[in-house]
């Protein structure tokens, strides 16, 4: 393996904590990490985006549905009938840890992903053969709904030099794939792609580096000194100069500067998004920055430059997700040089205070409708759940993630970082006795635990120690706990729970709630934790007569109604 490129994969090892992994399992994961975006990755345990062991062509199959990880028809229904239209993505990886290409296997990774577009079932690999049939529910049922044909992505990664990348007989197979799978006609754009050593290092540094941009501003105004604010600046930009803080070097939006948006992007299917593509599209192009709101952007550092340039580093666009998603696509059908004609209002806070952060995140989207949920990090509760975790009065070693990406320049194992989203399902599973919401599709989540999470007045210490339990469940995944657990793994966390208290959670506004959290950590730090978790899994097969359920009765109460039966019938 390149040495380089071996340097970052043992970096990622020891970030994600794979260290008891086998080498060929972490390089596919690690392949996975850098292939991905950003925003699938964090909406599912890394370890998920592994295939059925032994999956013939295909080592990573994943569905993106209007920017939502989609693994099952249930999780397709919630994104659905949510939406009015739908966007659909899907990547396929084939991973080799070879320092050589062997051109035959493209092909028949090619093969394997045209079966899976065509229906074609597989039923020897359980993973693969659900998400097949989700793709297949798709067409049938979502069909008019469809903005556009699904894309696919198939990359076929290996450790091989460039010269074995560039190899005539590798491109043309490359080709050969990329034509034959755009020709099926129920696809929409192809791309197929040999990654060797050189792309994986370039991938890495994409993923990476800290956001930095040099932008020049048609029209700017400074604005006085502020308290907390180091520099603001009112201005006009060209969509050209926009780009540069939005586009990637593969041309493709980096998602990456959207993390501290409060919402993502919500689709041409709405009327506002509409409107912003037909003004930008139309002849009213020119009234762009008299009918748009603009973009606001909050960066950490910034640096005056000759002329009208500036500098901003660690930046962020706050508010203005939906216009710059607008006006990317948009610009996609201009013929002229109209990206450099059109100009839009950009707003520059610059400012390392958090609390002025989330004051100009709230105002800026105080005229939007914005869900309660995307509101919930700026709240006084998470607040001091996050301060509660930098304390760290139980040594668990966890980090809590209140904003999106704060911890990128640290070094903290990724698994040790605690998003909300992951808080949500692991106190919805351990400690409200709630594991199906868990399981559940998960931009419904807080909705479904509203009022039974995140209150004030709750303990902290049952929220460090249920996402402890999570943490020690992923870790037991690694080290010897059966995979064929891992769709349980909510249910799991709810036994082990119960089995380490003896009964069900204390109320979490209770004094018994610190008690409880005190023993679940206790018994958390015991040795041979694959054994204690493997007994909570045993207790759900029992339940459920003998085997592991499907996902579709994990997801429903009745089932944990049978497990808490199972558990207290003695």
Not at 302 to 317: M, R, W
Not at 416 to 444: E, F, G, M, S, W
């Amino acid at each position: 393996m390149n040495p380089l490129v071996r340097g970052l994969f043992e970096r990622f090892i020891e970030s994600e904590e794979l260290q008891s992994v086998s080498e060929s399992d972490a390089f596919e994961l690690f392949a996975a990490s850098l292939g991905l975006p950003d925003g699938l990755i964090a909406q599912a345990p890394l370890t998920d985006f592994s295939l059925d062991p032994g999956a013939p062509g295909v080592d990573v199959a994943v569905m993106e549905v209007n920017g939502q990880l989609v693994r099952d028809e249930e999780d397709l229904d919630g994104v659905a009938s949510a939406s009015g239209r739908l966007e659909v993505a899907l990547q396929f990886m084939q991973i080799k840890r070879s320092p050589s290409i062997d051109s035959p296997q493209i092909l028949n990774s090619g093969d394997i992903v045209k079966k899976f577009l065509n229906g074609d079932r597989f039923p020897s690999y359980p993973n693969l053969d659900q998400l097949s049939s989700t793709l297949s529910l798709l067409y049938s049922k979502y069909a008019s709904k469809l903005f556009g044909s699904p894309t696919v992505e198939l990359r076929f990664i290996s450790t091989a030099p460039a010269s074995s990348v560039a190899d005539p007989q590798v491109e043309d197979r490359r080709r050969t794939v990329e034509r034959e799978i755009a020709l099926l006609g129920h696809v929409g754009q192809t791309v197929v792609e040999v990654w060797g050593s050189d792309d994986i290092h370039g991938a890495w540094q994409r993923k990476h580096n800290a956001n930095r941009v040099d932008i020049t501003l048609s029209k700017q105004l400074n604005l006085p000194e502020m308290p907390g604010v180091d520099q603001a600046i009112l201005g006009i930009a060209s969509l050209s100069e926009l780009f540069k803080m939005l586009v990637d070097a593969d041309g493709n939006l980096d998602e990456r500067v959207f993390y501290d948006n409060v919402r993502g992007f919500q689709g041409t299917g709405n009327r506002v998004n509409d409107r912003i593509m037909q003004t930008v599209s139309g002849e009213q192009s020119d009234l762009l920055p008299v009918l748009n709101n603009g973009v606001t952007v909050v960066a950490q550092k910034y640096s005056p430059l000759p002329g009208d340039a500036i500098s901003l580093t660690g930046y962020q666009i706050v508010n203005g997700c939906q216009t710059s998603h607008c006006l990317y696509l948009a610009s996609k059908s201009f013929e002229d040089d109209r990206s450099s004609r059109t100009f839009v209002p950009l707003r520059v806070v610059v400012t390392e205070d958090d609390d002025v952060k989330s004051q100009i995140i709230l105002a800026t989207n105080s005229q939007t409708q914005v869900d309660e949920n995307q509101l919930v990090a700026l709240t006084n509760f998470q607040k001091k759940l996050e301060s509660y975790y930098q304390l760290d009065q139980n040594n668990v070693g966890l980090y809590y993630e209140r904003r999106p990406g704060q911890y990128h320049d640290l070094s903290i194992p990724k698994t040790r970082i605690v998003t909300i989203q992951d808080q949500l399902r692991c106190l919805a599973a351990t400690v409200l006795k709630t594991p199906h919401i868990a399981a559940r599709y998960p931009n419904r989540l807080f909705e479904e635990v509203k009022g039974e999470a995140f209150v004030d007045g709750h303990q902290l210490s049952p929220y460090v120690a249920s996402a402890l339990a999570a943490y020690r469940l992923e870790n037991a995944f690694r080290t010897g706990l059966e995979p064929a657990y891992k769709a349980a793994r909510y249910h799991v966390l709810m036994v082990y729970a119960f089995q380490a208290l003896g009964r069900p959670f204390s109320d979490l506004n209770s004094k018994a709630a610190e008690s409880d959290a005190k023993k679940l950590i206790a018994r958390l730090n015991q040795a041979d934790q694959p054994s204690l978790f493997r007994q909570a899994g045993e207790l759900i097969v029992r339940a459920a007569g003998g085997s592991v359920p499907s996902r579709d009765r994990l997801k429903g109460p009745r089932f944990t109604g049978e497990i808490i039966a199972e558990l207290t019938k003695n």
